[in-house]
């Protein structure tokens, strides 16, 4: 947490993060030092729709916790 909060506090990478009042998770490191927020890019396939995921809280599929 230590080293995220580091590079979050320091890096311009999460400028516009920090300014959108965000917190910049998931954020990854890749081996070749490359930092992006957007592991689909980097890995060369489609972004699931945001739309058709559920609720990583959603006991009851519905939203709820």
């Given at each position: 947490m230590k080293e995220f909060l580091h590079y979050?506090?320091?890096d311009k990478l999460f400028e516009d993060i920090i300014r959108e009042g965000k917190i910049g998770i998931p954020f990854f490191i890749l081996e070749d030092g490359t930092k992006t927020f957007d592991i689909f890019s980097y890995l060369g396939i489609e972004s699931p729709d945001a739309e058709q995921i559920e609720n990583a809280?959603?006991?009851?599929?519905?939203?709820s916790c």
């Open positions: 979050r506090d320091h809280c959603s006991i009851d599929n519905k939203g």
